[in-house]
């Protein structure tokens, strides 16, 4: 039922900021008790998870990452965005927006995932 869409630019210029939006059907961002997520794979490499915003509008952000990522949304349009500033080649990677479901003590699941996005940053 809950389907989730990225869209963005395919290739962005080192040192800009990469906004992708994800947004959401079948559900609302603002429904209680979910957090709506953006995770990262570049080439070769497992899963990177970068941050979340919650039904409150609370955010929080990988400590790897939070210096240069901020997640905003607009309840209008039942979507949410992902901001990466600074990018360099090494931030090529295809992007996912994931709904996060229930936590307890065994973890956070990510229950519904987007098809993902890539993103190759170049000059």
């Known amino acids: 039922q809950v389907q989730l869409q990225e869209s963005g630019p395919g290739l962005v210029k080192p040192s800009e900021t990469l906004s992708l939006a994800c947004t959401v059907s079948?559900?609302?961002?603002?429904?209680?008790?979910?957090?709506w997520s953006w995770i990262r794979q570049p080439p070769g490499k497992g899963l990177e998870y970068m941050g979340f915003?919650?039904?409150?509008?609370?955010?929080g952000y990988s400590p790897s990452l939070k210096s240069r990522t901020s997640i905003s949304r607009d309840t209008s349009k039942n979507q949410f965005t992902l901001h990466l500033s600074s990018v360099t080649p090494e931030d090529t990677a295809v992007y996912y927006c994931?709904?996060?479901?229930?936590?307890?003590?065994?973890?956070?699941?990510?229950?519904?995932w987007g098809q993902g996005t890539q993103v190759t940053v170049s000059s």
């Open positions: 994931a709904r996060v479901g229930y936590c307890t003590t065994y973890g956070c699941p990510w229950d519904y």
């Open positions: 079948g559900g609302s961002i603002t429904t209680n008790y979910y957090c």
């Open positions: 915003i919650c039904d409150s509008g609370i955010t």
